[in-house]
């Protein structure tokens, strides 16, 4: 059929600007699918992981070892399991934690290798086995028995593997987790025995009443709490956004462009359109024609992306599962996002496209065989401006800026778009370096935390004091918190408060993070429980203090024994600038600030390359745009180009005339780009951490900002040079032709 070798031809002509809105179909759809299938599986793979290995509700301990835990889950409907660990030393700089094979709660799943079969073999994290270069079947020795390495594994307990249920910054260099048979830990001192919990009912406070009549709990960790299971879902909820957001952006800018590509078309057209209504085709078949242009470029871009977006989705599942320590049980092609990745584009497409051409079908046939009707108006806009007094140059720069204000702003809108995809990446890792460098290193200042499995009363040999309890808001009991009691004078933690005077801790201190999620100021009370004794009071906030490290509450150590009802000078937990020699039985857990920081920098190392490839894709996607719509603008200028070479301009003063202008759109698009990146960044980051105990205060290094500038800068140099070739190719004869007609 004619139209149809006409479809072919007109899209051969243009290839480069309907190649180029084509991939960007492509990697929206490619976008949307990986991460929004990836994000699906591995809800499903987590969830699935978590019921079929039973994770914990909670876990504690206790001063004694419980006298009748059978009698507890038949009265409580519980499931509930001892189990035992011990961290053994590698070398001095990394520690092995060796947990008790589990028979009911936190079952493990064998990624690589095969389950425990004897006492001599043991399973690995695969992180810390990679990490250390351990392989399955090599031999390892630990307090001087060997074992063999019968594979990697993954337990829910330590989906994210960190040394404190508090952590946040894993380091497999430094510390790993491996399963090995009861047995063996029985044999070895210092071993020490904690308690998970499974509730089939809502009566978690009744069993803790009913364990403290008995005994006294001395740490207890809700699963909600424990940045070891809740850390992965916060990651998970952050990849779906991006799938669902990102994408849509893309797309958006595509449909602005195709629709700008389309029009422009038809408006060359306005002859050929009339003429085909004198040949006798009908309006619908004209129709069917010029939504061909948007479909074709819907159905085969969509197409690719989905079949590039199913490739890329395994990859992405597997880098994230490992490091998130989760076995990938399933993998679900997920066919409501399928299709939705196939129909997104042209559900966007084809009704914008429609309404354009019935839109030029309202004008009358013999009209379209003339050209259209001519309109020349000046706009309001320009009304204001007063024009007379400029020179040539500047009066010619500002009608045609005032004249095409929608293409101008749809090419500030672009660029936006590409430099909040930039800016992104470096807001990411400099927003995270911050939480390290200032609310970390900045406020920590000991290298060592020792957490005791029973209160203390007399002096620490060296460090210093302080009592931790987890407690939860009694008005919003999803809301946990920890209390820290501290003696006046402590320098093992220094903080600030948010005008930067140094705080002392005679008075009660709220961290910022905590103070931004319950909208507390500085005066105002809070009434808390203590999940360990179940004691209720009320806190009033003395100051806010400037960090984002947990959900944290800092008072005197006197006062907080005095509300909790401990002894007068007891304490849990020492803080000291060097090594402690502490018997291993009297310890529920230690760590190293080192560690912490090392793994950060780990962290960081792959990072750093996905902030290269964000660069990279945020390049391509504005040089595409920029290469559009200034081919556009070339295009549609042709006539007054050619005009000016007949009146014996150089090329170099008709590039600066008809295009050079719009750098200032460039740089103006950036600019809006960046409070846009960070209000967008800032809620995705929330969305992150919403499960997390933590908040990441949204910065970004002035130095950052200026390689986004001069990459976004770049893109649109590449732009004018791909685009120099069409403008020498317009030649003087076309404005003589047109003043012959």
Request: proline residues 4%; charged residues 20%; without cysteine.
């Given at each position: ?9 007109t ?15 492509v990697i929206?759809s490619?976008?949307f699918?990986a ?10 793979n ?8 039973n ?9 004694h070892p419980?006298?009748?835990?059978q ?5 409580f ?16 700089n ?10 009911k709660?936190?079952q493990?799943?064998v ?11 043991i399973?690995?994290d ?11 079947g ?8 060997t ?6 594994m993954?337990?829910?307990a ?10 946040f910054?894993k ?21 020490h ?5 499974r ?5 978690r406070?009744a ?13 207890w960790?809700?699963?909600e ?10 990651d ?15 797309l ?7 629709s ?5 078309l038809?408006?060359?057209e ?7 209504y004198?040949?006798g085709?009908k ?17 085969t871009?969509s ?6 977006g ?11 599962a ?6 990938v ?24 496209t ?8 309202k004008?009358p ?22 024009l ?10 500002t009608r045609?800026?005032?004249r095409?204000?929608?293409?101008s702003?749809?090419l500030?809108?672009?660029v936006?778009?590409?430099s ?13 370096t911050?939480l390290v ?24 040999e060296?460090?210093q ?8 808001v009694q ?8 209390i ?11 903080l600030?408060s948010?005008?930067?005077e140094?705080?002392?801790f005679?008075?009660?201190?709220m961290?910022k ?8 100021s500085?005066?105002d009370s809070?009434e808390?429980t203590?999940q360990l004794?179940?004691e ?10 400037n960090?984002?490290?947990?959900d ?6 006197k006062k907080?024994?005095q ?6 000078n ?26 912490m920081?090392?793994g950060?920098?780990?962290?960081i ?8 490839a ?12 920029m ?9 549609e ?5 050619s ?7 150089h090329?170099?003063e ?8 719009n ?33 990441i ?11 986004s ?13 791909l ?12 404005a003589?032709?047109?003043s012959?007609?």
């Amino acid at each position: 059929m004619p139209l149809w070798k006409k479809l072919f031809r007109t899209i051969a002509e243009k290839k480069a600007q309907y190649f180029s809105a084509w991939l960007l179909v492509v990697i929206s759809s490619a976008l949307f699918y990986a991460f929004t299938a990836a994000g699906a599986n591995l809800v499903d793979n987590l969830e699935t992981f978590y019921q079929e290995n039973n994770v914990e509700d909670a876990r504690f301990f206790v001063q004694h070892p419980l006298k009748s835990p059978q009698q507890l889950e038949d009265r409580f409907h519980v499931q509930l399991e001892k189990q035992m660990s011990l961290d053994v030393s590698m070398d001095e700089n990394t520690d092995l934690r060796l947990i008790s094979n589990s028979e009911k709660i936190n079952q493990y799943s064998v990624i690589e290798g095969e389950k425990l079969q004897t006492k001599d073999e043991i399973l690995l994290d695969q992180g810390f086995a990679k990490a250390h270069a351990l392989a399955v079947g090599e031999e390892m020795e630990l307090k001087g028995k060997t074992f063999t390495v019968a594979g990697t594994m993954a337990t829910p307990a330590y989906i994210y593997p960190l040394k404190s249920t508090s952590g946040f910054l894993k380091n497999p260099d430094a510390f790993g987790v491996a399963i090995v048979q009861e047995d063996i830990l029985k044999k070895w001192e210092n071993a020490h025995d904690y308690y998970t919990v499974r509730f089939q009912e809502d009566n978690r406070g009744a069993f803790k009443e009913a364990v403290t009549e008995q005994n006294q709990i001395l740490n207890w960790v809700d699963k909600e709490d424990n940045n070891r299971i809740t850390f992965i879902k916060g990651d998970i909820t952050g990849i779906k956004k991006m799938g669902e957001t990102l994408p849509i952006g893309i797309l958006l800018i595509t449909l602005v462009i195709i629709s700008i590509l389309l029009w422009r078309l038809m408006k060359k057209e306005y002859v050929q359109i009339g003429t085909l209504y004198a040949l006798g085709y009908k309006k619908a078949e004209i129709i069917r024609h010029y939504l061909s242009y948007a479909a074709i470029l819907a159905v085969t871009g969509s197409l690719a992306g989905t079949v590039i977006g199913w490739l890329l989705m395994h990859p992405l599942m597997a880098s994230f599962a490992h490091f998130y320590n989760l076995p990938v049980l399933d993998t679900n092609p997920y066919f409501p996002y399928l299709i939705v990745s196939f129909l997104l584009p042209m559900v966007f497409f084809l009704p914008l496209t429609y309404l354009l051409v019935r839109r030029v079908l309202k004008i009358p046939p013999v009209t379209l065989m003339k050209g259209g009707t001519l309109k020349t108006k000046v706009n309001r806009i320009e009304r204001l401006f007063k024009l007379r007094k400029l020179d040539f140059k500047k009066k010619f720069i500002t009608r045609d800026i005032l004249r095409n204000l929608p293409r101008s702003g749809f090419l500030a809108i672009g660029v936006l778009f590409a430099s909040l995809l930039l800016l992104m990446g470096f807001i990411t890792k400099d927003s995270m370096t911050y939480l390290v460098d200032e609310n970390f290193e900045n406020v920590y200042h000991y290298q060592y935390e020792y957490t005791f499995n029973q209160l203390q009363t007399g002096e620490p040999e060296h460090g210093q004091a302080a009592a931790s309890a987890p407690f939860v808001v009694q008005d919003d009991e999803d809301q946990s918190l920890t209390i820290t009691g501290l003696k006046p004078g402590n320098t093992a933690i220094q903080l600030e408060s948010m005008t930067g005077e140094e705080l002392d801790f005679d008075s009660v201190i709220m961290n910022k993070s905590l103070a931004e999620k319950l909208e507390i100021s500085p005066g105002d009370s809070l009434e808390v429980t203590n999940q360990l004794s179940g004691e209720t009071f009320s806190v009033t906030v003395d100051h806010i203090a400037n960090s984002y490290l947990g959900d944290m509450i800092y008072m005197p150590l006197k006062k907080f024994n005095q509300l909790n009802g401990y002894p007068e000078n007891s304490y849990t937990t020492v803080y000291s600038d060097q090594k402690l020699d502490i018997p291993q039985e009297k310890l529920a857990a230690k760590s190293e600030i080192s560690d912490m920081v090392s793994g950060f920098e780990k962290m960081i190392e792959p990072l750093n390359y996905f902030i290269v490839a964000i660069a990279l894709a945020a390049a391509v996607i504005a040089i595409i745009i920029m290469y559009i719509l200034i081919s556009l603008m070339i295009e549609e200028n042709s006539y007054k180009i050619s005009l000016m070479k007949v009146l014996g301009y150089h090329n170099r003063e008709i590039h600066k005339l008809v295009i050079g202008y719009n750098r200032w759109f460039v740089i103006l698009g950036f600019l809006l780009g960046i409070p846009v990146t960070f209000v967008s960044t800032s809620a995705l980051l929330n969305s992150v951490t919403a499960e997390m105990n933590i908040t990441i205060p949204v910065k970004i290094d002035w130095i950052n900002i200026l390689i986004s500038f001069f990459v976004i800068l770049g893109a649109y140099y590449v732009t004018v040079l791909l685009n120099k070739r069409q403008l020498k190719k317009i030649s003087m004869q076309e404005a003589i032709n047109r003043s012959t007609e």
